[in-house]
C-alpha cells in the first residue's frame, strides 16, 4: 500500500466525511445565491457582502480547503511529463483567448491568525498600506470572482487538487503554511453540530496530508 496514503478504515471514514462535506458545501452555495438573488435589482450593498462573507462564504471557504487537502491523499498525484523541447508558436485564436480575463483562481492558503503576531507572517500575509475606500462597483465584482473562484472549485476539485499536490510536492524544500486552527467565526456559534463534526473531521484529516508532505524522516 502507499504509505500517503491512509489505512482502510480510515479512508472509508474519509470519503464518508467527503461526501458529508460535498454536501454541506452545496448547501452553502444554495444559500450564498438565495441571497444574492433575494437582493436583485441592484449592487449588492456592502452589509450584505459582509454578511454573505462572515456567514456562509467564509466558512464554505475554510471547508472547500480542507476538503481539497483531504482529498489529495486519496487521488493518485500526476505522472511528471518531460518539457517540451521548445514552445510552440501560439495561433490567433489562442493569443485572442490569452487577453481575454483570466477565471478567478481558489485560494489555497489561509491567512495567519492575528494573534500570531507579526513575526508569524510571511511576506506576503503581512497587510499592505491602507488603499482608498473602494466604490461599491468594485467590491461587488471582487465579491463575485472571489463566490466564482469557490464555485469552480467545489464542481471541479481536480484541478485544485493538482495545484495543491504540486505544492506539497515540494513541502520538503518550502514548508506548507498550516490552515488556520479551530472553527472560522462564521461556524463557532453555529447550531448545526454535525457540520461542526464534519468540520473537525476535514481539519484533521487536512492536518495529516500536511504532516506528511512535510515529513523528512
Avoid: W
Avoid at 464518508?16 to 436583485?40: H, T
Avoid at 486519496?74 to 490567433?92: I, N, Q
Amino acid at each position: 500500500m502507499d504509505p500517503s496514503l491512509p489505512p482502510p478504515d480510515d479512508e472509508t471514514n474519509l470519503r464518508a466525511r467527503l461526501n458529508d462535506a460535498d454536501d454541506a458545501l452545496a448547501g452553502f452555495g444554495y444559500l450564498i445565491r438565495l441571497r444574492i438573488d433575494e437582493s436583485r435589482p441592484g449592487l449588492l450593498s456592502r452589509k450584505l457582502i459582509a454578511f454573505i462573507l462572515r456567514t456562509l462564504l467564509v466558512p464554505a471557504e475554510n471547508l472547500l480547503r480542507r476538503s481539497l487537502y483531504a482529498l489529495a491523499a486519496l487521488v493518485a498525484p500526476p505522472t511528471p511529463r518531460a518539457a517540451p523541447l521548445r514552445r510552440a508558436v501560439p495561433s490567433p485564436q489562442k493569443a485572442q483567448t490569452s487577453r481575454q480575463p483570466r477565471a478567478p483562481v481558489f485560494r489555497l492558503t489561509e491567512p495567519v491568525p492575528r494573534s500570531a503576531g507579526p513575526s508569524a507572517r510571511t511576506p506576503e500575509s503581512r497587510p499592505s498600506a491602507a488603499r482608498p475606500r473602494a466604490k461599491p462597483e468594485q467590491i461587488e465584482a471582487r465579491f463575485l470572482r472571489r463566490l466564482e473562484a469557490f464555485e469552480r472549485a467545489m464542481n471541479d476539485p481536480l484541478r485544485d487538487v493538482r495545484r495543491l499536490q504540486h505544492r506539497l510536492a515540494r513541502a520538503r524544500y518550502k514548508p506548507v503554511r498550516p490552515l488556520r486552527p479551530g472553527l472560522p467565526p462564521g461556524l463557532v456559534k453555529s447550531p448545526d453540530t454535525y457540520l461542526i463534526f464534519v468540520f473537525e473531521q476535514m481539519s484533521m484529516f487536512a492536518a495529516r496530508t500536511i504532516a506528511h508532505a512535510c515529513d523528512t524522516s
